[in-house]
C-alpha cells in the first residue's frame, strides 16, 4: 500500500501541457526528502526522469520538469508528444518505514 | 556504459524456491547499492529492498522482511534475489535498479530488463 498519491490517469491533446500530483506526508516529501521521477513506457523498465525534486538526467528533454512544496510534489510535461503516453512514478523516502524507498501510486498519461 | 542483466523469465509452481541474478557491468559493482522492485501485473512499483555489495548490507521493505533474501557476490558483480516458498501472488515482474549514487538514499538511474515470475500449479 503505497504511502504517496497520485492521480490514477491523465490525459490531453498532443503539444498542451499536463501535471500529475504526488501527494504525501510528514513523514515523506512533508520531511524534506528528496521525490524522484520514473516514467515506464508499455513493456518496458522504469527509466528515471527527474531526480532530486528538479534535475533532469542527461538526454531528459526540458519538456519534462519537477517541483516540490511542503508535502507534495508535482511532474509537468508541456509540449506534449504521443511518445510521452506512459506510466508515470513519483518516488521518496518514508522515516516511518525505516526510511524505505515509496513509489506513488502511479499516473497514466494517454496522448489523446 | 553502466549496463543490469537479469536472469530470464521463470515458471514455477507454489512451494518451490527462486532465486533470480542481475549483473552488473560498466561500473565498480562493489561501490553502488542494488535495490529490488516488484511489480505485479497491470499495478505499479514496490520496492522490496537494496543490497550494498561491498558488504553485502541489506535493507528491506517491511511488507518483504523474512519473505526475501537479498545477496551478492561482488567478485562475479552478480546480485540475487531468493525466495524460500513461493506463492501464486509472488506472480510478477521483477527488476534490479542501481542507486545513482554511492548511498541509500538515492534515485535509481539504471534498471534491469525485468524478470517475469509466473507461479502456478
Known amino acids: 500500500q503505497s504511502v504517496l498519491t497520485q492521480p490514477p490517469s491523465v490525459s490531453e491533446a498532443p503539444g498542451q501541457r499536463v501535471t500529475i500530483s504526488c501527494a504525501g506526508s510528514s513523514s515523506n516529501i512533508g520531511a524534506s526528502f528528496d521525490v524522484h521521477w520514473y516514467q515506464q513506457l508499455p513493456g518496458t523498465p522504469p527509466k528515471l526522469l527527474i531526480y532530486?525534486?528538479?534535475n533532469r538526467p542527461s538526454g531528459v528533454p526540458d519538456r519534462f520538469s519537477g517541483s516540490k512544496s511542503g508535502s507534495s510534489a508535482s511532474l509537468a510535461i508541456t509540449g506534449l508528444q504521443a511518445e510521452d503516453e506512459a506510466d508515470y512514478y513519483c518516488q521518496s523516502y518514508d522515516s516511518s518505514l525505516s526510511f524505505s524507498k515509496v513509489f506513488g501510486t502511479g499516473t497514466k498519461v494517454t496522448v489523446l | 556504459d553502466v549496463q543490469l542483466v537479469q536472469s530470464g523469465a521463470e515458471v514455477k509452481k507454489p512451494g518451490e524456491s527462486l532465486k533470480i541474478s542481475c549483473k552488473g557491468s560498466g561500473y565498480k559493482f562493489s561501490k553502488y547499492w542494488i535495490a529490488w522492485v516488484r511489480q505485479m501485473p497491470g499495478k505499479g512499483l514496490e520496492w522490496m529492498g537494496s543490497i550494498y555489495p561491498g558488504d553485502s548490507e541489506t535493507i528491506y521493505s517491511p511488507p518483504f522482511q523474512g519473505q526475501v533474501t537479498l545477496s551478492a557476490d561482488k567478485s562475479i558483480n552478480i546480485a540475487y534475489l531468493q525466495y524460500n516458498s513461493l506463492t501464486a501472488s509472488d506472480t510478477a515482474i521483477y527488476y534490479c535498479a542501481r542507486s545513482m549514487l554511492q548511498e541509500i538514499v538515492s534515485p535509481l538511474d539504471h534498471w534491469g530488463q525485468g524478470t517475469l515470475v509466473t507461479v502456478s500449479s
Open positions: 532530486g525534486n528538479n
